[in-house]
DNA sequence: TCTGGGGTCCTAGGACCC
DNA sequence: TCTGGGGTCCTAGGACCC
């Protein structure tokens, strides 16, 4: 059997999670920029504020219900995952973190006479442990523990915990399930299926498996067979080394400077390989775009992007932003207002086996010891303290975080203090 | 004025070779 | 001169996820 265990409302639990002030008050968390709302507590999505929703849309549900908004805090979000699955990992060998707030846990192998009350636990114990409230599902294939898990969180009665057991359960509970709810069906799909009178998930299993395989692809037919309870999706317990990574945003306000978008440039690409020296990987292609603000109909638009191949491949912050630079200087063209701009790097390969002569070598070696430093020193006193020179201090690109909450969990400066 | 960011997988179609 | 098929590689686009 597998479970899934999954955080409720996991960003604006976090805020919560040292800040007693904001219990039972509404609680939204923006996207970068501030742009939308990207996590809403209960009490926020019982006042009708949507995923998506723009902060002037909902400035007046804001005032008059006294709700807390805040910025996205990642640092404090993925400490506190961190701390989610470290409390799991005690209960299962195989915990597979799925994303910042899910995990899969494996039961193969293990006797557990009482499934549900051995949930029951997890689920109080992570909730006790880190303030965060978590639900769990439990089901023999990872698409239908996603089910029983959005079951155990929608029917109260439940208490955060669903296991789906039988085939009388997993019936019933497929019967009220809508079929765009369904991991794997988005909205394309859902809009198909719904066309073809296909409402629920149950109706769903009901259908030709042909029908599924022609229109949805080996994906949907994988999801087909998830649901009649026979797992085709496997547990990936160390996650596979990326292919593509990619470090791109919106600047904080719109950039007309070249060397103001060089320094953001910069800053994405030594994230890359940040990234890429934590999963011990080179890249061999560097990818650069710049784009105007799409919805100001007003301003001239351009866009870019140069695709630059690496004499060999690298995952010195040096190398990468001396090319991402370079490729920058080809595509920006003045008189524009930047809005964006990003850095992907992509054909990834194992450090270990990085061809070139040894010429080559000798300075990689060198420069692998001057990362190796760096990262440590920015792992002990905080990101970004130690640079490469373009990357600069300007920072005019830099988000806009006006509602930041403080990173309690992190930084010592932050902690919270308990008057006693 | 404001409209996220970072990923994966699959398929179709074109280029090219034998 | 005309014609065919199979295989591989690459890219773009579309679908999905959190």
């Not at 960003?11 to 939204?28: G, I, Q």
């Not at 859902?190 to 109706?203: D, F, I, S, W, Y």
């Not at 080996?218 to 496997?234: A, F």
């Not at 996650?239 to 070249?258: D, H, W």
Request: glycine content about 6%; aromatic content about 8%.
């Amino acid at each position: 059997m597998i479970g899934l265990v999954d955080c409720n409302n996991f960003y604006a639990s976090c805020e919560r999670a040292f800040n007693p002030a904001l219990r039972n008050r509404p609680v939204v968390v923006l996207s970068n920029n501030d742009g939308c709302v990207i996590a809403r507590s209960n009490e926020a999505k019982e006042l009708g504020i949507a995923m998506g929703a723009l902060p002037f849309e909902i400035e007046k549900l804001i005032e008059q219900n006294n709700v807390a908004v805040f910025s996205s805090n990642y640092t404090l979000y993925g400490d506190m995952s961190h701390r989610v699955m470290t409390i799991l990992q005690t209960y299962s060998q195989d915990v597979e973190i799925y994303s910042i707030d899910e995990a899969f846990l494996s039961f193969d192998g293990y006797n557990l006479y009482d499934l549900e009350a051995y949930s029951r636990e997890i689920v109080g114990k992570v909730t006790k442990g880190t303030g965060i409230p978590v639900s769990m599902g439990i089901a023999s294939s990872k698409t239908l523990a996603k089910v029983a898990n959005k079951t155990a969180k929608k029917r109260k009665e439940l208490k955060g915990v669903y296991v789906i057991d039988s085939d009388e359960k997993r019936i019933e509970a497929l019967r009220n399930f809508a079929i765009g709810d369904v991991w794997g069906i988005g909205r394309q799909y859902a809009e198909l299926l719904v066309r073809q009178g296909v409402k629920t998930a149950l109706e769903f299993t009901q259908m030709n498996k042909e029908w599924i395989q022609k229109h949805m692809t080996v994906v949907g037919r994988r999801t087909y067979d998830e649901l009649c309870g026979h797992p085709r999706i496997d547990f990936e317990l160390m996650p596979p080394a990326k292919q593509v990574i990619c470090n791109a945003r919106s600047f904080g306000s719109m950039l007309t400077e070249y060397t103001q978008v060089e320094e953001a440039v910069a800053n994405y690409a030594a994230r890359c390989c940040e990234k890429l020296r934590k999963q011990n990987c080179c890249a061999s292609v560097v990818m650069v775009f710049v784009h105007t603000n799409q919805h100001r109909k007003d301003l001239p638009q351009y866009g870019k992007n140069i695709v630059i191949n690496l004499p060999v491949a690298t995952n010195s912050s040096m190398e990468l932003v001396k090319y991402a630079t370079k490729g920058l200087r080809a595509i920006f063209k003045e008189g524009f207002h930047y809005k964006k701009a990003g850095v992907i790097v992509s054909d990834i390969v194992p450090a270990a086996s990085i061809q070139s002569n040894m010429f080559y070598e000798l300075d990689a070696i060198k420069q692998g010891k001057i990362m190796k430093v760096l990262d440590e020193l920015n792992g002990a006193m905080g990101r970004n303290k130690v640079i490469v020179g373009r990357q600069g201090f300007e920072r005019k690109w830099k988000l806009r975080q006006e509602k930041l909450s403080p990173c309690y969990s992190t930084r010592l400066s932050d902690i919270i203090t308990v008057k006693a």
